[in-house]
């Protein structure tokens, strides 16, 4: 899934003009006629979050500053670019300490355009990751940093959230990869105990001899080696959250030992005396379905039911796509950091194919790819043989593989001087209009400058001195192109059919 635009100008033809724009720099457009509809669009609980926001700073009722306001005092992180036809410095001012990301006086040309979205969804990209690693650091991961687009994520988030907010027991299950350690630390940190300490184990990994030291902890010489007291996970945990990953590889042993801490709210210490009161939330984590280990003698029913309070099940990445694209930002992002490397993206036809491996190792599989890649890369731009995975023959059906580039442009580049440079005119006197399509190659769109002309001919019903003035052109050269028009019309009418 492609990042998502939202374009909010009180003029139709203004409005027709960016979705244009938008969509040939490889964005998906969304549509808004004044202030107050973008911002139902922006804060409407239903709809899927917008990448940025194309604003018109003159509307008729809430204009671009009152939905500047009010996108700060909603708390949302979108970017925001402010297009205006009243370029003055106080407007620009204005604008920029309203919360404005860029700012671009109309009638703005699509290479200002693809720069400052490019540069908008970069920054936003990099703000998201250092706000994920500062929260990581300070063990105080949310929902707002689990990367998503998928709707049936959205239905798992919105159970996690609800769990977030009370002492419930949550089980997650879900393959090796898919992020079920994130959503148990988004729960935590969402929690009232948030403050208190997280505290994750992998069951899988204790040697069986040493599971109950080290979940309830041992006294001094309660068996050889124990020349220490220790404490235990559950007693580290205490007035926090105990993450029990790969729970199901627990062995009975234990697993008799767990239900009966969990039943009474306190836990008994290899070789002590008397039981200690604990206050610990259970979050448990399973890549198995722990059904069919109960069902096969390997899990205590009874446990289960304790532990299978509110069941959360995380897709795999092979059936929420979508989720790849931001993903690929994602890490990419943060290994040009880590490494010091800078790549400005990746290739539309990597992209492409990347989407549509299945990935049997989820996003961990995808992390080290992308890993692998930015650190043997020799070159300013990650291709599709940069990912050997993804350069294997494809078994991917002809027409599937359409996939627009990742573009990241580090601080500094080229593009940022670019986008200090005067509008261009999108139907200026020096010829047909310029875009860039998907691949980069600029191209000459007659047939949607065409297209413009005559939407913005009806919409001001033949006014020509207004529809002149709307596409900033002047009136002899709205009469010469429609003079083209028509000659092109009637040169085609008369050309002879194809009779082969």
Known sequence: MVERILIADDDPVQRRLVENMVQKCGYEAVLADSGDAAMALLTAPDTAAFDAVVLDLVMPGLDGLGVLGKIREAGLNVPVIVQTAHGGIDNVVSAMRAGAHDFVVKPVGIERLQVSLRNALNASALKGELQRIRHSREGRLTFSDIITRSDAMAAVLRAAQKAAGSSIPVLIEGESGVGKEMFARAIH??????????????????????????????????????????MGKFVEASGGTLFLDEVSELPLAAQVKLLRALQEGAVEAVGGRKPLKVDVRIISATNRRLLDRVKAGQFREDLFYRLHVLPLTVPPLRTRRE?????????????????????????????????????????????????????????????IDDFP????????????ADGEPLILEPPGS???????????????????LQMLNASGDVRALDELENEIIRFAISHYRGQMSEVARRLKIGRSTLYRKLDEMEAARAAKASTPADTR
């Open 189 to 230: 940190g969402s929690s009232e105990r948030q403050s208190k300490p997280f505290v994750a184990v992998n069951c899988g990994a204790i040697p069986d001899n040493l599971v109950e030291s080290i979940l309830f902890g041992h006294e001094k010489g309660a068996f050889t080696g124990a020349t220490d007291r220790h």
């Open 414 to 432: 080229a593009q940022f001087v670019v986008a200090n440079e005067a509008p261009i005119a999108p139907l200026s006197t020096h010829g047909s």
């Open 389 to 400: 995975l993804a350069s294997a023959p494809s078994t991917v059906p002809t027409g599937e």
């Open 323 to 383: 989720d790849i694209p931001p993903l690929l930002r994602h890490f990419l992002v943060r290994f040009c950091a880590e490494e010091n490397r800078k790549i400005g993206g990746i290739s539309g036809e990597a992209m492409a194919r990347l989407a549509q491996l299945d990935w049997p190792g989820n996003i961990r599989q995808l992390e080290n790819a992308v890993y692998r890649a930015v650190v043997m890369s020799e070159g300013d731009q990650l291709g």
